[in-house]
């Protein structure tokens, strides 16, 4: 009987996750529907950037990539008018976009993709989940969002949630997997300080992974690519967060700061952001669940898109496993739908974003309910 529940549950859960990937196929119809109708450069999206990035990089074309005219006229010289492109990552990032920039775009793009899936597979496996659920978070809607706009939710999920479902097992691994995320900072607020007080061996694996991978930047690309990250692309980034332009960069931000900026201003929106922020890490000190962090790692940046809600998909992912081996609590099938369901339907009705971080916020309080999932200890 047992295993006859366990294989109605698993059809079940299969066929909302089939249901849940429904908008997402259709923006790739779209997508698709570009492709053959010679608007390449836009179907790439962010995956532009990545191959950009690289590229500038790996021929030392500093003064282009820390010149927005310079860099959009270069991306236009390979594909007409396109909409406002932006390099937006440290060195560190675009040590990793250099290796698949000696591709092509499409190629080089592609190739990212499929590596960063394989990546979060893998890392799932190694931390001892099924292959169910692998399955389940491959094709979840903030997975899928992230392939569509070849952004990198899949990798700093599996550098994040990876390293945290490893620290109790694996703790060097799972450290070192946290470091590596130092590729995108602002997902992490909360982790440093955690790692040090629940897992000190982590904390260093991270510290020396972090390290070895500023390092490996500097060497590769010199001192003037971070030169050119401190003093063009991170200020035109904060520009961004506070003033919400261009809005191809502001437009899709989900972040408590996002949310709160048209009723309070940027100076209410920073001081609410700041003290979520501070609440998340010292929250963070005191969990051991790994959902709980997850989520409390996306409370606390204030540059959260869509498609880093994969973070939370994750935790959704875990809490579902757990409550259908304890039970849930009423009101929680609906909200786990929802927080699942929801990268894969506000592209489509941005109009909802505000929820976010409430949906967040009960997200966390049920993570908290039992301390059932594993904890992350080393």
């Known amino acids: ?20 990937a429904l908008p997402s196929v259709f923006e790739a119809v779209a997508v698709i529907w570009g492709v053959r109708h010679g608007l390449q450069g836009k179907a790439l999206r962010d995956g532009l950037d990545l191959w950009a990035g690289g590229f500038l990089l790996r021929h030392g074309q500093l003064p282009v990539l820390f010149d927005h005219t310079a860099y959009q006229a270069f991306l236009e010289g390979l594909y007409g008018k396109l909409p406002y492109h932006l390099w937006s990552y440290p060195p560190t990032y675009g040590l990793l976009a250099s290796v698949f920039a000696g591709l092509p775009p499409w190629p080089a793009v592609l190739s990212f993709d499929a590596a960063s899936l394989a990546l979060l597979a893998l890392v799932l496996r190694l931390a001892g989940q099924s292959w169910w659920f692998v399955a389940a978070m491959l094709l979840a809607p903030a997975t899928l969002e992230s392939v569509l706009e070849h952004q990198n939710a899949e990798l700093m999920t599996a550098l ?15 450290g070192a997997l946290i470091g590596l995320a130092t590729v995108k900072p602002q997902l992490g607020l909360v982790l440093p300080l955690y790692l ?46 506070l003033t919400g332009q261009p809005p191809e960069f502001a437009g899709g931000l989900v972040s408590v700061f996002a ?13 609410v ?106």
Not at 1 to 20: D, I, N, P, T, W
Not at 259 to 271: I, N, R
Not at 311 to 337: D, I, K, S, Y
Request: aromatic share 10%; charged share 10%.
């Open 273 to 378: 952001q700041g003290v979520v922020s501070v609440a998340a890490v010292i929250a963070g000190l005191k969990t051991r669940s790994v959902p709980a962090l997850l989520i409390l790692s996306a409370l606390a940046s204030p540059y959260l898109h869509v498609y880093d809600l994969l973070l939370t998909t994750l935790a959704t992912a875990l809490l579902v496993r757990e409550r259908l081996r304890g039970g849930f609590a009423p009101g929680e099938p609906v909200l786990f739908f929802l927080a699942w369901f929801a990268p894969g339907l506000l592209p489509w009705a941005p109009q909802y974003a505000h929820l976010v971080p409430l949906a967040l916020l009960l997200l966390l309080a049920s993570a908290w309910r039992r301390g059932a999932v594993p904890a992350c200890d080393s």
């Open 160 to 174: 994040i949630g990876g390293g945290l479902l490893l620290l109790g097992a694996r703790p060097r691994l799972g």
């Open 196 to 241: 040090l007080r629940r897992a000190p061996i982590g904390f260093m694996y991270a510290g020396l992974a972090a390290a070895g991978l500023a390092a490996a930047s500097l060497w590769a690309f010199g001192p003037a690519a971070w030169a050119g990250f401190m003093h063009y692309t991170s200020p035109v980034m904060s520009n961004v967060l």
């Open 259 to 271: 949310v709160v900026k048209p009723y309070l201003g940027v100076g209410g929106a920073m001081a």
């Open 1 to 20: 009987m047992a295993e006859k529940s366990q294989f109605q549950h698993r059809v079940k859960l299969s066929l909302l996750v089939g249901l849940c």
